[in-house]
């Protein structure tokens, strides 16, 4: 049984308490957080698990295993290097910190101390992806041409990071996760009407080595409400939509295949118009996935699949595409 600490219980670390005190495995030890009547509401919900406003009483304590951080991401390096010094696994949310130079010495605090720390890239852990991933990995796409995704609503508008910042590090993750690799250049533009210096809307094109690429955008100014995103390969595409209650993959049995020994412009390129089929998709609820494979790395000593390394990457990316925003869209190298 390991015992979990979560440190911030706000509108998303409340989550993460309800699924860390659901687990078989897993006991929620102690719930820390600034505000007094967030930690008076958890007391009276679940009652096993003690309170405090002091995270250095929870890094104190020699019963945590593992401290769970849901605090804003300007905390992040702060919290997480001080969980890891005291020994603790960690498990931090996304994105891991706002700085390379802080993720490096995250990762290396992990490793020195043989600690688990595992980020919080919430979509690794969806069904779909996990079905995508099967698909690119085992040639069913074909080559990998390039993907685009659309994370955009109306609001939260945030006023300690841009929408970069916010909401891309979901996509870059899942982006890097499918492609096995990390792009070498990042160019991004991005434009602020809310608020000075707060980019409210960015569209980011991530370049890699073997001439794949990706396109993100993101935004909390938009009418749409979209989690949606594509894939392009030479044997089939597929798009996978989350606002989708039940189909939420669809793969198209299309594509366009160069014509060597055409004898006219009309048959240069031809294309292939197949069916489109909706696979079933598993209704597992992703975070609780996700917090069931943290508890598991750590009692098994399994490697994680958004481990330290996974969340530099990610830090890595969104530091080229600040740079390249500050740079009116000049590419990056990552």
Request: glycine share 8%; net charge negative.
């Amino acid at each position: 049984m390991l015992n979990i600490a979560v440190v911030g219980a706000g509108s998303w670390g409340k989550n993460l308490v309800r699924n860390f005190a659901s687990l078989p495995h897993a006991a929620l030890y102690c719930v820390c957080d600034k505000d007094a009547e967030r930690l008076k509401a958890t007391a009276a919900a679940y009652p096993q698990a003690r309170t405090t406003s002091d995270l250095d009483d929870v890094l104190s304590d020699g019963k945590v295993d593992a401290v769970v951080i849901a605090t804003d991401a300007k905390f992040h390096y702060e919290h997480a290097g001080a969980a890891l010094r005291a020994g603790k696994h960690v498990y931090v949310e996304k994105p891991m910190c706002q700085r390379v130079d802080e993720a490096e010495k995250l990762v290396e605090s992990a490793n020195s101390g043989d600690r688990k720390l595992m980020v919080g890239h919430l979509l690794l852990y969806h069904p779909a992806v996990t079905r995508l991933k099967g698909m690119v990995d085992s040639g069913e796409l074909g080559e990998i041409y390039y993907m685009y995704t659309q994370r955009l609503n109306l609001g939260v508008v945030r006023s300690n990071e841009n929408a970069w910042w916010s909401l891309a590090p979901h996509d870059i993750s899942v982006v890097n996760f499918l492609f096995g690799d990390t792009p070498e250049r990042v160019s991004a533009q991005g434009q602020c009407y809310l608020q000075d210096g707060i980019e409210d809307v960015v569209f980011a094109t991530l370049y890699f080595g073997d001439g794949r690429m990706a396109q993100i955008h993101t935004s909390w100014l938009d009418p749409h409400k979209m989690r949606r995103m594509t894939i392009v390969g030479s044997q089939k595409m597929v798009t996978f939509d989350d606002m989708e209650a039940a189909e939420k993959v669809k793969v198209y049995d299309k594509g366009a295949t160069p014509n060597l020994s055409y004898s006219s412009y009309g048959e240069a390129i031809t294309l292939r118009q197949g069916d489109i089929y909706i696979p079933r998709i598993s209704t597992a609820e992703p975070l609780k996935l996700e917090c069931e494979h943290f508890v598991r790395c750590i009692l098994e000593d399994e490697p994680a699949t958004s481990d330290a390394e996974n969340g530099l990457n990610v830090v890595r990316v969104l530091e080229a595409g600040r740079r390249s925003i500050a740079g009116g869209g000049r590419p990056e190298e990552v």
